[in-house]
């Protein structure tokens, strides 16, 4: 018996093109639980700012759930899984937002280290933005660290953006066109 040869997919520039971008399902935790994983501590700081090595289990059950109060993506490429030598996939970047007011959701996002530069992000962004906006959305929040204001400057696109810095931190609130 014969079986085609696993896919292995390297994070190269020609590597982006494969990627694939999903509403994330509980069948992605452990997925996502390796993706945190091959995170560096720096990476997972910026995201949760805070020495993270596991997500939080009430925003991973809530991001996968998919309630319309917590809404999540997931970007995939093809991978070789260990068992069998199936092809399968390799999570390697997670988007949501979550409701935290009336028409206000807190957004954040979290690639890969080896994947980070390449869209991944900016296309997770957009698909928020999207989705904000089908649901009617007014505003999106995200707290960033005090050396990432061009996380702001991206979010720009998608409305007028009002930044508080407090202490080391930017609170960004995007207001979204109506």
């Given at each position: 018996m014969?079986?085609?040869p696993a896919v292995t997919v390297s994070a190269g520039p020609a590597a982006a093109a494969l990627?694939?971008?999903r509403r994330a399902a509980e069948g992605d935790r452990q997925a996502l639980v390796r993706?945190?994983?091959r995170c560096s501590g720096e990476t997972r700081y910026r995201r949760f700012h805070g020495p993270v090595k596991l997500f939080p289990e009430r925003y991973l059950t809530e991001?996968?759930?998919g309630s319309p109060v917590h809404f999540a993506l997931v970007a995939s490429v093809p991978s070789a899984e260990a068992a069998g030598g199936a092809a399968?996939?390799?999570v390697v970047a997670l988007a949501s937002c979550r409701a935290v007011a009336e028409g206000v959701a807190e957004l954040g996002v979290l690639v890969e280290d080896a994947w980070q530069r390449r869209g991944i992000g900016d296309r997770l962004l957009r698909e928020m933005a999207d989705f904000a906006a089908r649901s009617g959305l007014r505003?999106?929040?995200a707290q960033l660290l005090a050396e990432q204001p061009w996380i702001?400057?991206?979010l720009r696109r998608y409305g007028r953006c009002e930044t508080?810095?407090?202490g080391g931190l930017l609170n960004v609130t995007v207001r979204l066109p109506r």
């Open positions: 014969s079986t085609a990627v694939s971008v993706m945190l994983a991001a996968l759930s399968g996939e390799d505003a999106l929040q702001a400057g991206l508080v810095a407090t």
